[in-house]
């Protein structure tokens, strides 16, 4: 008889820890921040065929849907416009509850990339955020700014959830959010005034690899996929690894669009870039459904850094221009310039410290083309015709975005011309021509110029911006 009871008691245990509890995905937490004016995903999972109720405190209305065969279940719930009040999510069905508090309505946007995204306000070893501590101990935001980082983490499966949660920022949750994504929510808040969340999904080092699943990746010959062979690579090396950990379990969270930081480890790749980040960025909208490229994709261009081992061929160089390329090729894609953000001794620092620049950038990029600020600078002077000026010994450069003018005419660094024996000079004279909208420039050691190039190589500051202070983008042209 004790046998048998032991036996009944065991099954029993067996059969409850059958039962799925009624869970919902990581990613929502209590101080989450939903999307406004939207149909806003809200997924989890319970036993098959349960019935779950959804019910959102804006509004009192409730939202259905029923389990599938693996448990999973999803409603979209309608946001109301954004504000500062707190609301709350109850989840019922499975026989168990789960209320989701402090839950704000704004903008969400999701950050990725590598360390330059990564890079808490905190800063890396020996590698500070300029002015860090003036923002981190400010007054506590934690209506107005949240993120939720998702943790650097790696797995050969794709993950359901991630252990992370929302934090508003206040001294302690600031010095670990992301910089870049930090000033970019920021800049947002301050103009649009409502809260503003992001999905801080970032791995130092990543490839545009790893952030790519193994089925896109099995159509590339030159990727090796085989375990022995990822597992002996530099751990932020590894192809769709990311993906599987970090992207998976945050796929399909509402949002109003992307920000990306990353190009360092495809230098030398440069010119398959264009194809992988396209890819890249058409997967990514698939994953959110967005068949219509409605969601904007900002890209962050490479600082100037003195790449090892050097080379006389700038591959740094040749991976903004690439880079460029993709930012005009991908639909609702645009870039920030950064050219002018580091110092010359951080030349040998691949994460300089001006960030709030970066993320302001991106910001403005987002207010003109997303918010109705369509007279708000955002967009770098970029060149694109190179003629010979009448004179002979000058040449004209034909600039966008900057029809107020420039910021100098006097000491530009990094603007350089060539001859036909293709020696470059620094300019020692530019002028930029109202009319024709022409930067006119020449120097006297080249009589001949047929080659003009500005931020060319792999550390090549510049100081040329428009009058409005966006930097020009690096260019290298010859005359038409």
């Known amino acids: 008889m004790k046998r048998l009871i032991t036996s009944i008691a065991l099954m029993l245990l067996l059969c409850a820890a059958s039962e799925a509890k009624l869970t919902v995905s990581s990613i929502f937490t209590d101080s989450m921040v939903l999307q406004q004016n939207t149909d806003a995903a809200i997924w989890g999972k319970a036993d098959a065929g349960s019935q779950i109720t959804v019910t959102t405190s804006w509004n009192g209305k409730s939202y259905r849907a029923k389990t599938d065969s693996d448990g999973r279940w999803e409603v979209k719930v309608a946001t109301p416009a954004g504000s500062y009040k707190p609301y709350s999510v109850t989840i019922k069905g499975n026989g168990g509850t789960i209320t989701l508090n402090d839950v704000l309505i704004g903008e969400v946007w999701l950050a990725s990339g590598q360390s330059n995204m990564q890079m808490p306000m905190n800063g890396f070893f020996n590698c500070p955020v ?12 934690r209506e107005k700014i949240r993120m939720f980082n998702v943790p650097a983490i790696q797995s050969y499966e794709p993950l359901e959830d991630v252990d992370a949660v929302w934090r508003g920022a206040d001294y302690d949750s600031r010095k670990w959010m992301s910089a870049v994504a930090y000033f970019f929510a920021l800049e947002l808040n301050q103009m649009l005034d409502i809260p503003v969340g992001v999905v801080s999904c970032a791995y130092g080092g990543a490839r545009i690899e790893s952030w790519l699943p193994k089925e896109i990746l099995e159509t590339y010959p030159d990727e090796d996929l085989s375990r022995e062979k990822i597992e002996s690579m530099i751990h932020y090396h590894r192809p769709y690894l990311m993906y599987n950990a970090m992207l998976s379990p945050v796929m399909g969270y509402t949002i109003k669009g992307f920000i990306w930081y990353q190009g360092c480890s495809n230098v030398g790749k440069h010119d398959q870039f264009c194809d992988r980040m396209s890819t890249l960025v058409s997967h990514w909208r698939e994953c959110w459904d967005d068949s219509e490229a409605k969601l904007p994709f900002y890209m962050v261009e490479l600082a100037p850094y003195r790449n090892k081992p050097y080379t006389e061929t700038p591959y740094f160089a040749l991976l903004r221009q690439a880079q460029h390329e993709t ?10 310039v950064t050219n002018d953000l580091v110092e010359s001794y951080e030349q040998d620092n691949i994460h300089p410290a001006k960030k709030k620049e970066v993320g302001e950038r991106l910001a403005f990029l987002a207010l003109n083309r997303d918010y109705g600020y369509g007279s708000l600078p955002c967009y770098s002077p970029e060149a694109v015709k190179c003629i010979r000026l009448a004179n002979g010994c000058e040449l004209g450069v034909e600039l966008t975005h900057c029809d107020n003018g420039m910021n100098r005419w006097r000491e530009i660094e990094g603007l350089e011309v060539a001859g036909s024996e293709g020696i470059f000079y620094p300019v020692t004279f530019a002028y930029f021509e109202w009319d024709t909208k022409v930067l006119r420039i020449r120097s006297e050691f080249v009589h001949d110029p ?16 428009n009058v409005e202070g966006l930097p020009v983008a690096p260019f290298n042209i010859r005359v038409e």
């Open 130 to 141: 300029e002015n860090a501590m003036e923002y981190i101990c400010a007054p506590a935001a």
């Open 327 to 336: 930012a005009h090729t991908i639909p609702n894609c645009a870039i920030a």
């Open 450 to 465: 047929c080659h003009v190039r500005y931020g060319w190589g792999d550390f090549k500051p510049g100081n040329l911006k």
